[in-house]
């Protein structure tokens, strides 16, 4: 006799369980000498060990169905549960390049050779920057990463900040509270985050803090374990900050700083942490740098023009 505790991370358990618990209830005709009990987001399984190790793989492989599509039927119910050769199709079904099933389905995955080094890199090392012209993908790919991580119960939680530079002395009279204040600067990140979490869960996740969307300087005093956290336009932030945004890093955690050199909005008087880091922690093992560039552009075919010609101006 054993024991087991299943962690449903995909979606809502309500639309996994069907109307009524119907779904719910077709998966524990195939295991009858098995209890199931559901309580939200958990189930617990009672009974053969071998028979649990069973379910196990097959919900598992239903949850990588819904994760994928947003739902399940009953003829996915029964192909998945009656399918042997089910287990082998699961690895093809996740897909190695894929790092996250976004919301009706959408694949993504690192799309250019050096957003692949992204991906790479974060594999091996702990701390990556990722610097290069706009719609390279850095933030979009770092924030896949970031709930890959999660998904996978690599991490318990997810970091995203931001320098707010332009916020100073104008917050004061921008409407609302704090939030309202420093949303429109932190929107790039929720944009990403709603590619790939169903709303409900990433409401859920903002709520209970296991996605925390800050400033920067929110940051300071706080040792972040356990965490995937993403620095993003660190461009725009000091050297000071920086380095207290770096120096956060906790046991069993993940940072990727991002951000364009090409679009410094610092005063003049202030040098740019990123371009600081360049030169100090290149070379220093954990720490690794991806250079992306307009050959990694994933927008509109424009933006690899207009980077271009900016390009030129500035070599002049």
């Given at each position: 006799m054993g024991e087991s505790v299943i962690q449903i991370d995909v979606g809502s358990p309500l639309e996994l369980y069907g109307p009524g618990d119907k779904y719910l209830n077709e998966i524990k005709s195939f295991f009858p000498k098995l209890k199931v009990v559901a309580r939200g987001e958990l189930i617990k399984l009672i009974g053969d060990e071998k028979e649990i190790r069973k379910f196990e793989e097959r919900f598992d492989m239903l949850l990588v169905y819904f994760d994928r599509f947003g739902k399940?039927?009953?003829?996915i119910i029964q192909q998945v549960m009656q399918d042997e050769e089910g287990i082998a199709a699961k690895k093809d079904a996740k897909g190695e390049d894929v790092l996250v099933y976004g919301r009706h389905g959408k694949l993504i995955k690192a799309l250019t050779p050096n957003q692949k080094r992204m991906v790479a890199s974060s594999n091996k090392n702990d701390m990556i920057f990722a610097i290069g012209p706009a719609g390279t993908g850095k933030t979009y790919t770092a924030v896949a990463l970031a709930v890959q991580a999660l998904k996978n119960k690599q991490v318990k939680r997810i970091i995203l900040a931001r320098p707010a530079i332009e916020a100073g002395e104008s917050l004061g009279f921008l409407p609302g509270d704090m939030?309202?204040?420093?949303?429109p600067y932190l929107q790039p990140l929720y944009d990403a985050?709603?590619?790939?979490?169903?709303?409900?869960?990433?409401?859920s996740y903002l709520e209970d803090g296991t996605i925390e969307i800050a400033p920067l300087a929110f940051m300071r005093g706080r040792t972040l374990g356990n965490a995937f956290?993403?620095?993003?336009?660190?461009q725009n932030a000091s050297t000071s900050q920086l380095k207290m945004f770096l120096t956060r890093m906790g046991k069993s955690s993940k940072f990727i700083v991002t951000g364009d050199i090409t679009q410094i909005d610092l005063p003049r008087s202030k040098q740019s942490g990123l371009l600081q880091a360049q030169k100090i922690l290149d070379g220093i093992s954990g720490i690794d740098f991806i250079y992306l560039d307009e050959k990694d552009v994933v927008r509109h075919k424009l933006v690899t023009k207009v980077i271009n010609a900016y390009k030129t101006l500035d070599d002049n």
């Open positions: 399940i039927t009953d003829e939030k309202d204040k420093l949303d985050l709603r590619d790939m979490l169903p709303t409900q869960k990433f409401l956290a993403i620095l993003d336009e660190a």
